[in-house]
């Protein structure tokens, strides 16, 4: 396995930088294959810059001779043989909050700086007019208008030399300040106006600190506020201190740079800085999209891995909005947004927040800030080390990951449909709170499918504002139908179901008033008729001071806000049973409501009993409007209900076993009852299904058991199957006999065995009876008759066939077999054993025939 990476990662380093880039390299003379692209697929590795031996050595040599006495740039270190590689689970886009920083982040730098020799400006655009989603970029294509805006930047302990505040290669021997070069100097390349900044600061040494270390550089005159101590308060002080309605955009004191994502792959050559001077339009751009989605809050990609980063998009889901650089619309006169638990969670925390309040935030997904939280000292890291204590990186991240870990756990506990129990990650720089993407836990997704409502052709509607993209195929047809005020109208117009489903689903589409007149009289109730309670009882729903109230019924999705019904006709219903006049007017809408499991067309049945008294529907909806009025408590109607519903089911029963009997067929009375059970909107019972071939069959062997045609009522075939077959042995009974084993189960076969039988014997019977009939013409006609009677004389009581051999006989044959070979089986093995087991009556030409 080990040898099989190591051929992996060999195979994946010698891939060649993109086409661009290499023609960059070429035109200054320098060979492309010097500098090889790291792992692919290898993600959180160490990241080297292979040099190849003999160009390296090349390039030295020429360095040497062309700069001689000069100081000669630092040797790139080589990474050992078998160096250490790690693959990450995939984890999803939303959830990946890996800082990406690590020990061998010098040799990182290396890396940029490296790439950045080779890289100009027609280089970096041509890769960019490779990927068309690159080119549209935000800060390339935006035309947001300008707004005014603050930065804000919460600060601890960064005054001090950079070379003291971080173990970086590139910063050794440094003694600028560490914001001096890494967010003031990130704020400079981007043309950022100083007097918009203001640096927010715990204590008043502190912020003569700044300003003597700041003394002399550019950003001497930046303002300075005293601010409170700790993360999360101070960054609560931030909030608050600007106006209502103020941009602020927040951005923490380490920040090196934006990296912005400009082809595919999951390598760092894919990622280039963003351009001097274009982060303002990004700033503009956000406040535009935050104005026209209702949000509040927006951040950068969560990752600075480049696979969890895409080259378009901006999420709107859940998820973490990093506090290193966001943006936000000041509310002070809203303090669930303050953060309240720890300060290594305070991001997280202020993003679930804005997410719960407004339902969305926004996260470009082409561009990440580039930190370093857990290698600096400062900060927030300052908290985890004890006073007068020297502890390790790796230490402070402990403690840190430990109130992480409880800051996680009260998100959990105050928002459990928004973030997930807290979650160990494997690395220490992945946050470990667990945000739900879609805003509800998984597993839910099911349950909220976009449903069409059931809406008649005279219900009004009401269309919002065209919300769709301007210039798409949807805003069109969003057009044509907008001005509908009718169900009927807006089909006419061109409004489909998918159309009805989303609209209503994302609240573009509201009913403004609910038809609930009757739609068949099949069933009718009176109050008074059926002893129905008349009490009345006071309902909130009267005094919620609205003209409608939203009511969800069963064609809903979760997301659905539910459907508009007047407050007056929701009233009167309401007031029929205390369960319904005790509920708030808020509470008709949610998914605990009585109404929820009911269908819309059953509700509108609801609605005119409240009004009128009467319970008018048809019988299909028999079975949920019993349902629904049991769920309300209406316990005496739902009896009525189910009253009718028993008097109407014996008069269907009975009206068609009548019917079928005149047509000289048998039907039971349970037979009867199942054929109308679909009518009510009941699921039939087993009887009900099989051919009518069963159903007669059914009844022909009950019938059997009482026939008077055996002595004892048993040992004979004589049935009424049996009387019908032997009134004629013509070729349409062998037929009907045939049609009936071939059609029927096993238990149908044996019936059908014993009508065979029963065949037999009537053909015999009818021989002697012709031979008697001619008897009669030749002139004795008593004797005919009494030799008739004694040759349909029955056989002796007590006397049985062998059924069970000849049922497992007849198992063993085929279905396709003939009745008349069945027949002639079974009158061998019946004369066969019949001798042997029992005497045949004396006196008796059918028993003696036999």
């Not at 751009?285 to 980063?309: F, I, V």
Request: glycine share 6%.
């Amino acid at each position: 396995l080990s040898r099989a990476f190591a051929n992996r990662v060999r195979r994946s380093s010698s891939k060649m930088p993109p086409a661009s880039m290499r023609a960059a390299a070429k035109s200054k003379g320098r060979d492309a294959k010097t500098l090889k692209k790291p792992a692919a697929g290898v993600l959180k590795a160490k990241r080297v810059l292979i040099l190849d031996k003999q160009s390296s050595q090349t390039s030295a040599a020429k360095a040497k001779d062309n700069n001689k006495g000069k100081q000669a740039p630092p040797k790139a270190k080589k990474r050992a043989k078998g160096s250490s590689t790690e693959e990450d689970d995939d984890e999803e886009d939303d959830d990946m909050t890996d800082d990406d920083d690590s020990d061998d982040e010098a040799e990182r730098k290396m890396w940029d700086e490296e790439w950045r020799k080779i890289r100009n400006e027609e280089a970096v655009e041509a890769a960019i007019e490779e990927n068309k989603h690159a080119a549209q970029a935000p800060h390339r294509t935006s035309q947001a208008p300008a707004v005014p805006y603050f930065v804000a930047i919460p600060t601890h302990g960064r005054w001090k030399p950079v070379c003291e505040m971080t173990g970086k290669v590139c910063f050794k021997g440094m003694t600028e300040p560490f914001i001096l070069v890494h967010t003031l100097e990130f704020l400079s390349r981007q043309r950022i106006p100083k007097e918009v900044v203001t640096l927010f600061v715990a204590t008043e040494s502190e912020r003569e600190s700044y300003k003597t270390a700041l003394k002399g550089s550019p950003w001497a005159d930046v303002k300075i506020v005293l601010s409170a101590l700790g993360n999360k308060n101070n960054r609560n002080f931030i909030y608050k201190y600007y106006p209502a309605g103020s941009y602020v955009v927040s951005i923490d004191d380490d920040v090196e740079r934006i990296s912005w994502k400009i082809s595919d792959g999951i390598t760092h050559t894919g990622l280039v800085p963003m351009p001097d001077g274009v982060f303002e339009r990004v700033i503009f751009d956000a406040y535009a999209r935050m104005k026209e989605t209702g949000a509040h809050l927006w951040g950068l990609n969560t990752s600075q891995n480049p696979r969890h980063m895409r080259c378009h998009g901006v999420s709107v889901r859940n998820g973490l909005v990093n506090g290193y650089l966001n943006g936000f619309i000041c509310r002070p006169e809203a303090p669930e947004l303050l953060r309240t638990f720890a300060d290594a969670t305070e991001d997280s925390e202020f993003a679930v927040r804005h997410f719960a309040k407004d339902g969305i935030v926004l996260r470009y997904r082409m561009y990440a800030g580039i930190t370093s939280p857990y290698l600096n000292c400062g900060g927030l890291q300052e908290k985890f080390a004890a006073k007068g204590e020297k502890i390790t990186a790796s230490e402070r991240s402990d403690a840190r990951k430990e109130e992480e870990r409880w800051g996680a756990n009260e998100l959990h506990k105050l928002f459990p449909r928004l973030i997930g129990p807290p979650q160990p990650r494997r690395d220490k720089k992945t946050m470990e709170v667990v945000f739900h993407s879609n805003g509800y836990p998984p597993g839910e997704g099911a349950l909220r499918k976009m449903i069409s409502p059931r809406l008649r052709d005279d219900d009004k509607l009401l269309y919002a504002e065209n919300p769709k993209k301007p210039g798409s195929k949807s805003f069109e047809l969003y057009a044509k139908y907008q001005s509908a005020t009718t169900y009927a109208e807006a089909r006419k117009l061109g409004a489909r179901g998918i159309d009805f489903a989303f609209d209503t689903n994302w609240g573009y589409l509201q009913v403004t008033d609910l038809s609930f007149s009757p739609a068949s009289d099949e069933c009718c109730l009176d109050d008074v008729e059926s002893n129905i309670p008349q009490e009345r009882y006071p309902s909130l729903v009267a005094n919620s001071g609205s003209e409608s109230v939203r009511v969800r019924v069963k064609e809903m999705s979760l997301g659905h806000q539910g459907i508009a019904i007047s407050t007056q006709a929701l009233a009167k219903l309401a007031e029929r049973t205390p369960k319904l006049a005790a509920l708030e007017p808020s509470v008709w809408a949610k998914a605990e409501s009585p109404l929820a499991t009911v269908p819309l067309s059953v509700v509108r049945v609801l609605l005119y009993w409240g009004s009128t008294n009467k319970l008018v529907y048809a019988r299909r909806q028999t079975k949920a409007l019993h349902a629904a009025l049991k769920s309300i408590d209406a316990t005496q109607a739902a009896r009525a209900v189910r009253n009718l519903e028993a008097k109407e089911y014996r008069r269907l029963a009975s009206e068609e076993k009548a019917k079928t009997e005149a047509k000289g067929l048998t039907m039971s009375d349970g037979q009867a009852k199942n054929k109308f059970l679909s009518v009510f909107g009941r699921a039939p019972g087993p009887s009900a299904s099989g051919s009518r071939t069963q159903q007669h069959l059914a009844s022909s062997s009950r019938a059997s058991n009482n026939s008077p045609g055996s002595a004892g009522g048993s040992g004979g075939v004589a049935s009424k199957a049996e009387a019908k077959t032997r009134s004629s042995s013509s070729p349409k009974s062998k037929t009907k006999i045939a049609k009936i084993a071939k059609s029927s189960n096993a238990n149908s076969k044996a019936k059908a065995r014993t009508v065979a039988q029963g065949w037999g014997k009537a053909k015999a019977k009818a021989k002697a009876k012709a031979k008697a009939k001619a008897k009669a013409r030749a002139g004795g006609a008593r004797a005919g008759a009494g030799g008739s009677k004694s040759k349909s004389a029955a056989a002796p009581a007590g006397r049985q066939p062998k059924q069970t051999q000849l049922a497992k006989a007849k198992a063993q044959q085929k279905k396709q077999q003939k009745v008349g070979n069945i027949a002639a089986t079974s009158q061998r093995k019946m004369c066969k054993d019949t001798p042997t087991k029992r005497p045949a009556a004396q006196g008796s030409k059918a028993s003696r025939s036999r």
